[in-house]
């Protein structure tokens, strides 16, 4: 009989340990991803820009995924990474801005508030091991002030005059030092955004060409529908791209 028990206790225990391993799992990797954000800062205020692609693995299976969100009256966010996470982050923002707004203070949250908020949020998910698997791009202005920041699934966070995610970073971000200015119109700066999306359209296989702009300035924010580029595959590097690669036929 005791045999009998101990042995019954131990599977007890075994069933208890098994439950509890399969509650400590972990997002070991992203499923459904969204590629480069881009965001600069110009004349009036800010623009960021992205496709609409949701890549499930290598395959682009979702075509329409708007990664560019409002938050609040004075703040735009957009979001590389996992869209399923970039939704858990928007029903963090929904309540803040909410819980915000039961104040009626005449006050509201702006751009770096919640750029401070998100710092934390991403910071804390990577402490536990359960991060967020997004990059972050975020622009606002609030009294005449232009901001534009970035954070990403490990909680590292800057500011800068022009930011980008993914392969934006290394492909849009030399483009943009070389070419951004200060003083650029809106116009000015929706080509020179259109230029980086070009690149990372004909570098990126998770790119497509349906493309979504948004700006906000002090009279408010414009999310603009998504759109297509003229694109030109002429290019004598796109006609073999393998000559002279090493180890091609």
């Not at 972050?136 to 609030?142: D, F, T």
């Not at 009294?143 to 490990?154: A, H, P, R, S």
């Not at 004909?202 to 700006?215: E, G, L, M, P, T």
Request: proline fraction near 3%.
């Amino acid at each position: 009989m005791e045999l009998q028990r101990s042995m019954v206790d131990g599977s007890v225990s075994m069933k208890d340990s098994a439950k509890s391993e399969i509650s400590s799992e972990r997002t070991l990797y992203p499923y459904v991803t969204g590629t480069s954000i881009i965001g600069i800062k110009y004349k009036d205020g800010v623009i960021l820009a992205s496709d609409t692609a949701g890549s499930y693995g290598s395959t682009l299976r979702y075509k329409s995924v708007e990664r560019i969100k409002q938050v609040g009256d004075h703040t735009l966010i957009g979001a590389s990474g996992e869209i399923s996470d970039f939704q858990e982050i928007m029903r963090y923002l929904d309540e803040l801005i909410l819980y915000d707004k039961m104040w009626d203070d005449g006050n509201s949250l702006g751009p770096k508030e919640v750029h401070n908020y998100l710092n934390r949020i991403m910071y804390n998910r990577r402490n536990k091991f359960n991060p967020l698997w997004n990059s972050l791009v975020l622009g606002g202005v609030k009294k005449g002030q232009k901001y534009l920041g970035t954070v990403n699934m490990i909680g590292t966070h800057y500011e800068d005059d022009h930011l980008a995610t993914g392969f934006g970073n290394h492909l849009a971000r030399p483009i943009l030092r070389s070419e951004w200015r200060e003083d650029l119109t809106f116009e000015e700066a929706v080509k020179l955004i259109e230029k980086c999306l070009l690149v990372l359209l004909y570098r990126d296989r998770s790119s497509i060409n349906k493309f979504q702009i948004a700006r906000i300035t002090d009279e408010g924010t414009t999310i603009y529908p998504p759109y297509a580029l003229k694109t030109f595959w002429g290019f004598s590097h796109f006609q073999n791209p393998s000559k002279g690669a090493a180890g091609t036929w």
